[in-house]
Nanobody, 114 residues
Framework: QVQLVESGGGLVQPGGSLRLSCSVS????????MGWYRQAPGKQRDLVAG???????YYTDSVKGRFTISRDNAKSTVYLQMNNLEPEDTAVYYC????????WGQGTQVTVSS
């Protein structure tokens, strides 16, 4: 059974930075096609960044140039470096495959506020 555990969220002022971590355990073939999602109150859970089938990366327009997804296969961990955070980035952040076919973790809350 695959388990996803997100961490690294918190309260940060606008313009600040956070690095989220997603620890992947269980029977999973690789960290390929992993991504980060976020869900703000009353909104759907959307893909923010991910590793694509062609070996590249995807970023939603609102985070391009500010967020960077990376992975450490040896540690079975996927990261999301978030810089120049904006209040609109406030949400619960989750990791999963870009196909959303793994059990969801509990997420990690990111709050951007002064």
């Amino acid at each position: 059974q695959v388990q996803l555990v997100e961490s690294g969220g918190g309260l940060v002022q606008p313009g600040g930075s956070l690095r989220l971590s997603c620890s992947v355990s269980g029977s999973i073939f690789s960290l390929h096609f992993m991504g980060w999602y976020r869900q703000a109150p009353g909104k759907q859970r959307d893909l923010v960044a991910g590793f694509t089938y062609d070996g590249g990366t995807y970023y939603t327009d609102s985070v391009k140039g500010r967020f960077t997804i990376s992975r450490d296969n040896a540690k079975s961990t996927v990261y999301l470096q978030m810089n120049n955070l904006e209040p609109e980035d406030t949400a619960v952040y989750y990791c999963n495959r870009i196909t959303r076919n793994l059990p969801w973790g509990q997420g990690t809350q990111v709050t951007v506020s002064s």
